[in-house]
Nanobody, 120 residues
């Protein structure tokens, strides 16, 4: 069984910081891409940041405030969120595109989500 588990969500005041973590476990052979998505109430899920090899991309709305990082050896990923705004309030999801042992092709894996609430 393969799973992604997020941690670190919570309630923070506007201007504050939070750090999200994601740990991948199970029969993962290799990870191609890891990313953070978020979904605010009534809105579609959107990409926040992604990391593939040495390439890192951010949504314009979080550039300069959020930092994505990955530990390939541990199959973990973090998202450091600074200068948080009320509009950052959402459920944040960890995503990974990975090769799973015993299963052909690439697999799109999702965590259960971590709620981040930013109060004004």
């Amino acid at each position: 069984q393969v799973q992604l588990v997020e941690s670190g969500g919570g309630l923070v005041q506007s201007g504050g910081s939070l750090r999200l973590s994601c740990a991948a476990s199970g029969s993962i052979f290799s990870i191609k891409t890891m990313a953070w998505y978020r979904q605010a109430p009534g809105k579609q899920r959107e990409l926040v940041a992604s990391i593939k090899g040495g390439d890192i991309n951010y949504a314009d709305s979080v550039k300069g405030r959020f930092t994505i990082s990955r530990d390939s050896a541990k199959n973990t990923m973090d998202l450091q969120m600074n200068s948080l705004k009320p509009e950052d309030t959402a459920v944040y999801y960890c995503n990974s595109v990975a090769v799973v042992r015993g299963m052909p092709g690439l697999h799109d894996l999702w965590g259960q989500g971590a709620l981040v609430t930013v109060s004004s």
